[in-house]
């Protein structure tokens, strides 16, 4: 007589044989569908988690005192915007996705009339190759310098340029945009910013 210790459960050597008795084929099939269903888990907690930390209010954006670039003795603080929503753009002259978004978000600004603020903040880079950048781009809107070593850049966690912050009356960071704004990007971090009063 053969006892539950001497043998696998029934179950245990029906999935074992079930498994053995597939193509090579198949049984990568499996594997892989497998891991496609552990991968769409681990992403459905990922998202949920992340939607679960956005429930606060929006982080505070970092203050900052730099000088404006060509004016060395003059500084722009965020502070000095106090009670305005604010769009922080960093870029750099030598950075060639900013040389295709600043000229687009130079006249995006001109459009507006005012009506919105807009900063630039000069990131690691030369002031003569930035000066004829902002003039050729036709910027129009003030443009702070961070200088080597970036402070103020590293601070707002931006290790790749371009980069965007849309910040409310409250300097609350209602959208952060990695890479080259567009206008789509540019319509919705209006509409946040003006409509988010936390």
């Not at 929006?58 to 404006?68: I, M, R, Y």
């Not at 750099?92 to 459009?111: D, F, G, H, I």
């Not at 080597?148 to 931006?158: F, I, K, L, N």
Request: glycine residues 6%; contains cysteine.
């Amino acid at each position: 007589m053969i006892t539950t210790d001497d043998k696998e459960p029934a179950a245990n050597v029906t999935r074992r044989s079930w498994f053995r008795g597939l193509t090579k084929a198949r049984k990568i099939s499996y594997l892989a569908a497998v891991v496609v269903a552990v991968v769409v888990v681990a992403l459905v907690v990922t998202l949920a988690g992340g939607q679960a930390k956005k429930s606060g209010p929006p982080p505070l954006a970092k203050n900052f005192s730099l000088a404006l670039l060509g004016h060395p003795v003059s500084r722009v603080t965020l502070a000095s915007y106090a009670g305005h929503p604010l769009i922080i753009n960093f870029f750099a002259s030598w950075c060639p996705p900013c040389r295709r978004e600043t000229p687009m978000l130079a006249q995006w600004y001109v459009s507006m009339h005012g009506r919105v603020r807009v900063l630039g903040i000069d990131s690691n880079d030369e002031t003569a190759p930035a000066l004829r950048f902002v003039q050729k781009a036709g910027v129009h809107y003030p443009v702070a310098v961070d200088p080597y070593p970036a402070t103020t850049t590293t601070s707002y966690g931006v290790l790749a340029l371009p980069q965007t912050f849309f910040l409310n009356a409250r300097h609350r960071i209602v959208l952060h945009v990695l890479g080259p704004l567009t206008k789509k990007d540019l319509t919705r971090g209006v509409s946040l910013m003006n409509s988010d009063r936390s």
